[in-house]
């Protein structure tokens, strides 16, 4: 963490000496005023139709991660980490007779319960339009001062995000790039994405799910090695993939999908506040695409649901990948 | 609660009046010594391919339920209630500076992170097999003493459950039975079942995810009364499901697909011992079937996954139904 | 909590009908424009020396409630209920090895671990001046616009409290009025605490940490009657104690210490901004004075240290009764 | 944290080469059967009248920490760090209006209400005896498999630790021999402590509360450094603490009160079960005492009371110090 704080100090003393330029904006929707859910609006029953239809078979790659103590979190800025705990056992049920069954019954049925807590932006999951905004504001000019109560966002929550049903699409840049995995801080550009295009034999269309990836995942069991210095997408490349190739959702393999440190004054979080503030594009994170590198799949359908957590900027998901024909 | 309690508390009582039966233990599995899932291996490249080649169009249902604060939970035995909180919002991070950026760029970026905490059992999810045992064992003989660790079971956890693509079936009990929904206590029975199948115009196969719709889920805003007495399925029909048409996966709408008070003496959940624990069939519970309710869908091929949360007995999952040609 | 919701509903209709009246605003400091802690003020130590001096024996009473899963709560309006959990046990360990000491050590060190998780405003505690204030102001001026952050206020917060040595005096109104405990709802008058004065053969000083007993501690054990329809403070009684008899610190065996429905228009906790707001007394809630009751001991130097919690509107604290010579 | 692990290691490896030696075992109450709170039975009526009639003063030292996000934890092992958020805040309870009020009201009374989660052992607290045991049994053969059920100890949890007034005495380490603060993985020796004493001129009687001094907390504000190779007790000055001079209580400035790693073979943490599970001797910890030893207090009457978690294996406890003449 202390590099990404570094970073972020960094760009902070930049924007001192940043010239007055036109400052960016949240995006209003072209699907009206009350619209939630920004680009999510291209997927149309026709489009899942069409995806649905060239199923090549009954192979399915799982695309997430395992939630576990000690998985990569956000704690370096004070978020929750993931916590695991029982709350019923076998054993504990005879000792306490949470029922009031006595004994003999708690002897006989091992009851086994649990509960769970976790940073909404952990494990495999899908940033809501309304985790980064500018000014106050979020995707479609909802502001924080009239929509932001202590339980979250009445607009954009993640409870608004629908199940995705979209042709999916890998981007494998370190196979493209001849390498095993992205270097530290490698910043992935337009070329790298062209390039990955290139050798995987594939193009890109309007409405895609389009998942980066840098390699990063491997040292996912390893939370320190897993944050440090991670790769990701420069804003060049983010902007190349939805203004000229229409991209629906983007994602990657990484913590963040953008790289670090922010090259753009006055934003820590560039690729973010673009992506989701100005264009409704949403975000997955720690997407897991080791399955699909292997097996060289790079076009498939993305079908997945995220949690419908009420009001929250992100909500985990388990995705899946089926390849086309 | 209350109700449940008492539940509860006459299985009790009745348990000293049992005459010696053969007790069930728990099954072995026909997959091996190594199998955590159960009936889930009925699943394979086949039953997937063969489902998602019947997907009739662009059409999907989603299955699940919000998650909000006020959610029915099993707090009346101390499980946690659904939790939410906010740990970065665009005001508090011009107050606090997290990043260290400086409050310019804090005023310009607005930063919205969220953190939530739940029992494993709440909203839209899927029970592990080891969620329920039999005399301090799980299915296929894993034991508490042995595999039972702080962080949950290292055997049969959430982390274990593969995606699920299959054939998804409905039986809508209410609409057969010529109702709104089914009275407080109502046990379904094998011969509801049948019914429902004759009135829906399908048949059950081996492999199938059946749900069982209630019409509970009308209340689930409520949570009052939706925790309340609620209809579920008699021991008899699990049976006949699992054993006469082969089903793979049983949920319903309600808090516990099974019907409440047990009336099978020395077990206060004996549905959930027989289908976990003798018989390796996950159970999923909350359920969202209203909407195919409405529109009639009996058939769909059913796809979802649910989160890998290691060594967990539950995890929540967000399912859609495709209908099928 | 039905009970206290309509309260707030009658309050919030009332308030229309409202004639325009100078409003309540926060009270500025006599101690300072630095001052965070109100009249505590007033404690020094040469008012501490005197109550010490005054200690008439090693006799010590524990003022302080048990925390346990199921206590009273403000769930109702969606906090979080006490919650416990444990991380490491003697078995877990053995299973888990957390620390990788291996099997045996683990058989030889038995390890328990545990964590919890509550509203501030649980069990015995003290509110800090940020718990409730006036036109987004608290206590001094200070403001949530500058100094609110997303882990809590930068000013005001329970790490501010000092730990308080102070003659105490216990009101035991029931007593007084010849009752067991006092009726559901009821309102202390100052004539009810001039009663208690009287029986008691005490009477107050400016600087005292004043306890009144209502006798719902009775209930604690049984959430939903600890919580309904609880007798409190009047307004009429919190002005006269502060204004005439210069109380530094009220506290209550009660959940809230005031008395519900409020009967200020446009205000649902007018003892509380009145306090806290308007004059920087802090407020005690749910304190054991049953013991005390018992032994008849209305005189005491209270002891008692309140956890240091960041920015918090309030914390726990078990503190200490000695009775005076 | 890493070292701490690898000192485990150490110990682990260390004692496949053990000689067969006499095993300790826990300790049988000599104050009877149902004791669960071993030594501090020293402590009477007569023992807090003594001390309490040596008071000197008003004068009054604090001896506990703040609480707050990012604060020194054992993260490292997978528990909880301390977590707090707000549930409701001046401008959320406008947007949500929690109450039913209208907003009115809610932009007149301005509430904040909080949060926290936490591992029961952070900040300055008291170990329970149940926290370490032996061969699955804690002090006074309590056993887990009888008495700990999923919601703690039914027997030696923190509910039972009663209110502390006791002759306290600090042993300032650094300053007895010279030294701003103990060096790193220092070993405090009985003759340290001899040291000590003598340079304070006090003594030890029976039934003292101990805290020793390492100076360490004088990084408390930075966890990394707080937590790395701390100074800490040797078992031999433990021992001679109890066994020679009737301590009571003991505890420290440092995080884990003994020094790592350990040399004990087959035990990593030799001094907890020594002092709890052997002797009945609770334990303190984050024990702040900068200021005793910038004002060269040491000895005292030490009040405090921690608190009522039931069967927790620790309480949060915020002491304080009043100097004897």
Known sequence: ????????????AASFAATALAEPTVGISPWGPDDEIGRLNLMTEETRAAVLS???????????????????????????????????????TVVDDPMGVGQEINHHVSYTGDAVSMYTHMGTH???????????????????????GDRGWKKAGAETIPPIIARGVML??????GLEELPENYRITPDDLKSALSHHKVDLQSGDV?????????HYLDETAYMHN????DITAAKWLVEEKGAM???ADNLSLEAFPSQTEGDYVPVH?????????????????????????YEFAFIGGSLKFRGASAAPMRPIALPLK
Do not use: C
């Open 1 to 12: 963490m202390k590099n990404m704080f570094l970073s972020f100090a960094f760009a902070a």
């Open 54 to 92: 060239r199923v090549a078979s009954g192979k399915s790659y799982d695309l997430s991660v395992d939630y576990f103590v000690g998985m990569p979190s956000w704690h370096g800025i004070g978020d929750p980490r993931y916590q695991y705990w029982l709350t019923h056992t076998p054993h504990g």
């Open 126 to 148: 899908i940033d809501a339009l309304n985790h980064f905004g500018l000014k106050g504001k979020i995707w479609n000019g909802f502001s924080a001062s009239e929509h932001l």
């Open 172 to 177: 494998d840049i370190p196979v493209a790039l």
């Open 210 to 218: 389009v998942m980066i990836r840098t390699g990063r995942m491997r």
């Open 230 to 233: 991670a790769p990701g997408l």
């Open 249 to 251: 959702l983007l994602g």
């Open 273 to 297: 506040t673009y992506l989701l503030a100005e264009k409704g594009v949403m975000i997955m994170e720690l997407v897991m695409l080791e399955d699909l590198s292997r097996d060289q799949i």
